[in-house]
Nanobody, 112 residues
Framework: QVQLVESGGGLVQAGGSLTLSCTAS????????MGWYRQAPEKTRELVATITRTYATTYADSVKGRFTISRDNAKNTVYLHMNSLKPDDTAVYYC??????WGQGTQVTVSS
């Protein structure tokens, strides 16, 4: 059974950095597209960033210039490097691949 397992969330002060990781377990092959979504309290889930197997990336306007998505195909892992974090970035972050398959989510809290 294929699963996406996230790690790396936590509490950080505004202006700080965090890196999230997501590993696809149970799959022999890397997925063509992987991405990160986030959902803040009482808000709809929104796309944060995506990356293809050939490393093409897309970002939400709200995170451009601050977040970087990357992947290691050999490890079947995708990362989200988050810099200059703001309180508005507080959310549960979900790893995603369009099978569709979702991770369980990891909480990111940015204090002001």
């Amino acid at each position: 059974q294929v699963q996406l397992v996230e790690s790396g969330g936590g509490l950080v002060q505004a202006g700080g950095s965090l890196t999230l990781s997501c590993t696809a377990s149970g799959s022999r092959f890397s997925f063509p597209v992987m991405g990160w979504y986030r959902q803040a309290p009482e808000k709809t889930r929104e796309l944060v960033a995506t990356i293809t197997r050939t490393y093409a990336t897309t970002y939400a306007d709200s995170v451009k210039g601050r977040f970087t998505i990357s992947r290691d195909n050999a490890k079947n892992t995708v990362y989200l490097h988050m810099n200059s974090l703001k309180p508005d970035d507080t959310a549960v972050y979900y790893c995603y691949t369009p099978i569709p398959l979702w991770g369980q989510g990891t909480q990111v809290t940015v204090s002001s």
